[in-house]
């Protein structure tokens, strides 16, 4: 079983719909949870991080954490045609007397947001 | 600014050549890592260094080669690779204060060997 499970879609919505992104962990020590938009050809790039249980909110972008169901979900408000991409959950633990993080990834899913 | 450049964008090179990836950041971070990423797949972990120093090698064979001049350049030798070592190569640089751990990832390099 991986450490990290993430449906690697493809998802297809139409142009406004809310798009919920989710991903199931095992390892109860990761502290820190991530969520990456990667374009095709380009590197991921950091979109929402949370640290404790609850929700973030960042414009379109809503990040959940459920510590206690192992369980994180990204929502995109009001998706547009840019928000095509692949979606990668990531998510580290803090090891004490390192200064450096590990990321385990989720396997991405492949978001197409159709006009 | 969180930017993280990597040159160059695209590289090919034969199984005998020798080429350097460079990655470079002006964050302050003093973690930086390499990653291999194969297509449609997640980034894959190869190298961290940490305030210069190789702190991990995910067991990548010795025909990649990192080196990290100063806190804020990061290098990888490739020389005899095989054409399965085609992928995008991503640079990335994090910064641990506390209880905080964000990395941020460069634009990658695509190499292609023929």
């Known amino acids: 079983q991986k450490e990290v499970e993430q449906d690697p879609g493809p998802l297809s919505v139409p142009e406004g719909a809310i798009v919920s992104l989710n991903c199931t962990y095992s390892n109860s020590a990761f502290q820190y949870f991530m969520w990456y938009r990667q374009y095709s050809r380009k590197g991921p790039e950091l979109l929402m991080y949370?640290?404790?249980?609850g929700n973030k909110e960042d414009g379109r972008f809503t990040a959940q954490v459920d510590k206690s169901s192992k369980y994180i979900s990204l929502f995109i408000r009001d998706s547009q045609p840019s928000d095509s991409a692949t979606y990668l959950c990531a998510m580290s633990r803090y090891s004490p007397g390192t200064s450096y993080g590990k990321l385990t990834f989720g396997q991405g899913t492949i978001l197409t947001v159709h006009p | 600014d969180t930017e993280v450049t990597q040159t160059p964008k695209h590289l090919v090179m034969g199984m005998t050549n020798k080429k350097s990836l460079k990655c470079e950041q002006h964050?302050?971070?003093?973690?930086m890592y390499w990653y291999k990423q194969k297509a449609k797949k997640p980034p894959e972990l190869m190298f961290v260094y940490s305030y210069e120093k190789l702190s991990i090698n995910e067991s990548v064979p010795s025909r990649f080669s990192p080196e990290c001049p100063n806190s804020s350049l990061l290098n990888l030798h490739l020389h005899a690779l095989q054409p399965e070592d085609s992928a995008l190569y991503l640079c990335?640089?994090?910064?641990?204060?506390?209880?905080?751990?964000?990395?941020?990832f460069g634009p990658g390099t695509r190499l292609t060997v023929l």
């Open positions: 949370t640290y404790s249980s």
């Open positions: 964050m302050g971070h003093r973690a």
């Open positions: 990335a640089s994090s910064s641990i204060q506390g209880s905080t751990d964000t990395q941020y």
